[in-house]
């Protein structure tokens, strides 16, 4: 079984601040990991992915996110956010093969800044 | 981009009545769709994964009777809600993919109520 812990469920920032969004997992099998983003009446989009290589993973609006196996982590981070990053953000998990794909979310972020 | 939409957006019902939900994916093929539920202030949960043609795999714990799914083309699944009961009340989430190893695109939701 695997599960993913969110640890904030809210995160006030102001804007051009640094920000980090927490995600710790657990499962018994290897992983693959994503952060997906939410903005206000639209659905999910991914954002960035982890499946194998590099354990630091970057998207293209200047977030970025590392793997670390060890402390199970996957936590998402921005040097400097955007007022237009307010969205709730979600960390998942899935496993490989035939699992691959069946997602296992965290209880999401919301993340709100502030002018 | 790749686009899932769903309709209806938010739907009230009678308790007994049954629900159908569609999802489509709008300018792309997706073999697999999948079923997502979220309880307020939870995580997505994943209801069932389906396969255009084949037979819907539910996860454990989701009644296959009660949460019938259909994927007969590959831009269409639906989820019908029979029966449905105040507990039915939820916020449901469909995700369309091309293959079940690619990335997976999610609809904007339906909020079901059941009085």
Request: with cysteine; hydrophobic share 35%; charged share 15%.
């Amino acid at each position: 079984a695997q599960s993913v812990t969110q640890l904030d469920s809210q995160v006030p920032v102001f804007e051009e601040a640094p920000v980090e969004l927490r995600c710790n997992y657990s499962s018994s099998v290897s992983v693959y990991l994503f952060w997906y983003v939410q903005y206000p009446n639209q659905g999910l989009q991914l954002l960035l992915k982890y499946l194998s290589g590099s354990t630091l993973v970057e998207s293209i609006n200047g977030f970025e996110a590392e793997f670390n196996k060890s402390q199970t982590s996957f936590h998402l981070r921005k040097p400097s956010v955007h007022i237009s990053d307010t969205a709730e953000y979600f960390c998942a998990v899935s496993g490989g093969g035939t699992s691959y794909g069946k997602l296992t979310f965290g209880q999401g972020t919301i993340l709100t800044v502030h002018p | 981009g790749a686009v899932v939409s769903q309709h209806p957006s938010w739907v009230i019902c009678k308790s007994g009545t049954s629900v159908k939900i569609e999802c489509r994916s709008l300018d792309f093929q997706a073999t697999t769709m999948f079923w997502y539920r979220q309880f307020p202030k939870q995580s997505l949960m994943l209801m069932a994964t389906s396969n255009e043609g084949s037979k819907a795999t539910y996860e454990q714990g989701v009644e296959k009777d009660k949460f019938l799914i259909n994927h007969a083309s590959l831009t269409l699944s639906t989820l019908t809600v029979t029966s449905a009961h105040p507990e039915d009340s939820s916020f449901y989430i469909c995700s369309a993919a091309r293959t079940s190893q690619e990335t997976q695109y999610f609809g904007p939701g339906t909020r079901l109520l059941v009085l």
